[in-house]
Each structure stands twice: as structure tokens, then as C-alpha cells.
């Protein structure tokens, strides 16, 4: 089945325990996104990923790192999380950049107390 | 940059009533796409529609249909007999052409159909 997948799913922890979001994708897709989703704020992108070893920042990078050491992986690292990074995170994929429909993975629920 | 404005937050119908969810747009691009997402109480994101900015037809998917007008800068959502299952958050974004391959989201219309 063609699909998304995060790891965790949920996650409490606690201001600078640094954390990894898994992300995996099983459609050989090129492009891969992070997004961060706050109430009243829809979604926005954290980073992007055009390829192997090819990443750049999103419209809200700050806090965050990514690697894309493998097609199918882009995971999202946070280095010293704090409060404000409390979120909904989801990681797309699609083949194609602009045109091409993002799929998203179920979404991880952080909280950083 | 690229915006995408949905005005409506909140949005109550009675079941089997019709609801339009409003979605306007900003970008330079000439060439551009417009998207659907639906997030149930679940959390997902379930794609619903693509358009692309040359193709103003409009589209009809069972109970749910979408008004593209280019002159007005919008891309308009309906569902047609609403059920308690359309209850959900529904996104309109934006993808431009030239772009980082980003989604720009609005913020959401949140739709309860009350049995």
C-alpha cells in the first residue's frame, strides 16, 4: 500500500530533550515536505526536500533540522525543543514538484512541556 | 508570495443542507495549482481535489463539487445534502509553479453537520 508513515505518533516531552521524527515514504517520491499545523495558523512548511542530500528551508525553519540521507526518509530533528514548538507535524511527499498532489503522512502530536 | 484566505471559520448546517466553503487566492505566478484537503476528527489530511490554473472547468465528485474563477481569484468548495460525516476541517492551498514545491494553506474551515 502506498503510504506515508511517522514516528511517533505522539510524544510528550520535555524543553531541550533533543527528538527525531521519523518520516518514510514507499512511492519513490523525489519531493518531501515537513509542515507544522497550529490552530488558527492551517499548515506551514517547516523544510523541503528536492532530493537526495538536497534540502532548504520552509517559511518556519527556526528550531528545526532535517537530513535526507535516503529517498524514502527525510526525518525531522529538534535540536533543544521548547514550548513553542508544541504542534501537529505532518510529512508529504509527492513526485513531482508544484503540479503533483502532496500525500501526507497521519501526523505526530508533539507537546514540549 | 503566495496566500490563500478562507474566511469562514466555523461553519454549522443542519443535515442534508448545502454548504460553500469560500477559498481566495493571491499569486504572481502565471501558472499554479489549487488544492482540497479534508481533515476529519481523526487528524489526517485526505487530498479531495487538484486544479491547475488553465483549467477553469468546473468539477463535480458525487455530493461535492468546486467553482474555479480565475477572475475572482477563488476556488470555491460545495457539499451538496450534507451528512455527519462531512463534519471536518477542510484546507484550500496553493502550489505555485516556480515554487519550493510548498503548500500554502489557509486557514481552514471547520464544518459541523448537526443530525
Known amino acids: 500500500e502506498a503510504q506515508v508513515t511517522q514516528n511517533p505518533r505522539y510524544l510528550i516531552t520535555v524543553t531541550g530533550k533533543k527528538l527525531t521524527v521519523t518520516c518514510s515514504q514507499n512511492?519513490?517520491?523525489?519531493?518531501m515536505s515537513w509542515y507544522r499545523q497550529d490552530p488558527g495558523l492551517g499548515l506551514r512548511q517547516i523544510y523541503y526536500?528536492?532530493?537526495?542530500?538536497?534540502?532548504d528551508k520552509g517559511d518556519v525553519p527556526e528550531g528545526y533540522k532535517v537530513s535526507r540521507k535516503e529517498k524514502r526518509n527525510f526525518p525531522l530533528i529538534l535540536e533543544s525543543p521548547s514550548p513553542n514548538q508544541t504542534s501537529l507535524y505532518f510529512c508529504?511527499?509527492?513526485?513531482?514538484?508544484?503540479?503533483?498532489?502532496?500525500?501526507f503522512g497521519p501526523g505526530t502530536r508533539l507537546t514540549v512541556l | 508570495a503566495q496566500k490563500v484566505t478562507q474566511a469562514q471559520t466555523e461553519i454549522s448546517v443542519v443535515e442534508k443542507e448545502d454548504v460553500t466553503l469560500d477559498c481566495v487566492y493571491e499569486?504572481?505566478?502565471?501558472?499554479?495549482?489549487l488544492f482540497w484537503y479534508k481533515q476529519p476528527p481523526s487528524g489526517e489530511l485526505v487530498f479531495l481535489i487538484r486544479?491547475?490554473?488553465?483549467?477553469?472547468q468546473n468539477e463535480i465528485s458525487g455530493r461535492y463539487s468546486w467553482n474555479f474563477q480565475k477572475s475572482t481569484s477563488s476556488f470555491n468548495f460545495t457539499i451538496t445534502a450534507s451528512q455527519v460525516v462531512d463534519s471536518a476541517v477542510y484546507f484550500c492551498?496553493?502550489?505555485?509553479?516556480?515554487?519550493?514545491?510548498?503548500?500554502?494553506f489557509g486557514k481552514g474551515n471547520q464544518v459541523v453537520v448537526i443530525p
Open positions: 486544479r491547475n490554473s488553465f483549467d477553469e
Open positions: 526536500s528536492m532530493n537526495v542530500e538536497v534540502t
Open positions: 508529504a511527499s509527492s513526485f513531482q514538484r508544484g503540479w503533483d498532489t502532496q500525500y
Open positions: 492551498a496553493l502550489s505555485e509553479a516556480s515554487g519550493n514545491n510548498r503548500l500554502a
Open positions: 499569486t504572481r505566478d502565471t501558472t499554479y495549482y
Open positions: 512511492m519513490n517520491h523525489e519531493y
